[in-house]
């Protein structure tokens, strides 16, 4: 089973943009362009971000983007603001007996 | 659009838990349901995948053998059941809708509330 490796955690001010990565393995990121992006505020519900590494769902805002280089994929976050402080988690199809995984999670202090 | 999950739960070790997740809005058979936990301090977690069609099912490695993901087509519900629980067991469970707008796996697009599960002698 791959894993996906992000930072435990990133922080900036409002106003500024923080970069989240994910690093994975030519098996999985960099093999499959189906990276998903989601933020999860505690006790609530994930929520979509980012899908197909790069496509944002409706009503998501255009500060939030996501690209891939090689085997690591990044959300970047412009003009933080003081609610997208948040975890963040990567996520793709592994393929294999586990189909899908999740990254370890980044959390994110706007300071 | 929205998925509504069965309420908070407490079981002891080796008993199992089934957790509901009933959809609404949307046509339930167009839609895989995954489900997701997050044990406490610990990241997300997948666990398998159902499809609401076909009832075909994917499970997680780790969960073979003891999980079961089912549906009900005729009250649009989905349901998980986990079976000889242990205390690390202990998480929110959250079923999660495949993307209509993407055929990726690992796409969720609407989430559940989460279910509180309690593992505890």
């Known amino acids: 089973q791959s894993a996906l490796t992000q930072p435990r955690s990133v922080s900036g001010s409002p106003g500024q943009s923080v970069i989240i990565s994910c690093t994975g393995t030519?098996?999985?990121?960099?093999?499959?362009?189906?990276v998903s992006w989601y933020q999860h505020h505690p006790d609530k519900a994930p929520k979509l971000l980012i899908f197909g590494v790069s496509k944002r769902p409706s009503g998501v805002p255009d500060r939030f983007s996501g690209s891939q280089s090689g085997n690591t994929a990044s959300l970047t976050i412009s003009g933080l603001q003081a609610e997208d402080e948040a975890d963040y988690y990567c996520c793709l199809y592994a393929g294999g007996y586990t189909f899908v995984i999740f990254g370890g999670g980044t959390q994110l202090t706007v300071l | 659009v929205q998925l509504v999950q069965s309420g908070a739960d407490v079981k002891k070790p080796g008993a199992s838990v089934k957790v509901s997740c009933k959809a609404s809005g949307y046509t339930f058979t167009n839609n895989g349901i995954n489900w997701v936990r997050q044990v406490p301090g610990q990241g997300l977690e997948w666990m398998g995948w159902i499809g609401t069609y076909s009832g075909n099912t994917n499970y997680a490695q780790k969960f073979q053998g003891r999980v079961t993901m089912t549906t009900d087509t005729s009250t649009t519900t989905a349901y998980m059941e986990l079976r000889s629980l242990r205390s690390d067991d202990t998480a929110v469970y959250y079923c999660?809708?495949?993307?209509?707008?993407?055929?990726?796996?690992?796409?969720?697009?609407?989430w559940g509330q989460g279910t509180v599960v309690t593992v505890s002698s």
């Open positions: 999660a809708r495949d993307s209509p707008d993407s055929s990726d796996w690992g796409t969720f697009d609407i």
């Open positions: 030519s098996s999985d990121v960099g093999d499959y362009k189906s």
